[in-house]
């Protein structure tokens, strides 16, 4: 308790502003949850901090709030949007960014030392479940129910 804080809710309401405030099931859902995995050194700050700036990041992160999205939009958005995060290029798929970060890697170490597979983006078909589980996250934050939501063929 020696380091905890209280916020003002409403000041926090107004210094995000109404844009990024809708965004924040989608901010918690995509970095790690109760039922979502947590993303390796992309923290809530960083991705609020980006998702205020970034209308791309905001537009990826709308997907997940939608109602009777599709799989193959959904998965989508979630590869955009991490690699976003995870600093690529805008049409630069997940699974090039993670061989572009870990040839920088091992070239930059030396031969004794290893690439911490960690910390390298996730593959895009880990990145294809990490958004289903986000946006059923999202979906049921919103209110919707099993028995509400369209059974999505997404098998």
């Known amino acids: 308790m020696k380091n905890s804080k209280v916020w003002d809710i409403q000041k ?26 947590r993303l390796h050194r992309i923290g809530k700050p960083a991705v609020l901090k980006k998702i205020k700036s970034d209308h791309h990041l905001q537009t990826q992160g709308e997907v997940f709030l939608k109602e009777s999205m599709g799989k193959d939009d959904v998965c989508k958005a979630g590869e955009e949007a991490l690699v976003n995060l995870y600093g690529g290029m805008s049409l630069e798929g997940l699974d090039i960014l993670r061989w572009r970060k870990f040839t920088t890697k091992t070239m930059a170490l030396n031969r004794s030392s290893i690439v911490q597979f960690q910390t390298l983006p996730p593959t895009s078909d880990a990145a294809k479940f990490h958004s289903m589980r986000v946006y059923l996250q999202c979906q049921y934050w919103r209110g919707k129910t099993a028995e509400e939501m369209e059974p999505l063929q997404w098998g």
């Open 12 to 37: 926090t309401q107004q210094v995000l502003g109404e844009d990024v405030c809708l965004q924040l099931p989608f901010v918690h859902a995509i970095t790690g949850c109760d039922t979502t995995s």
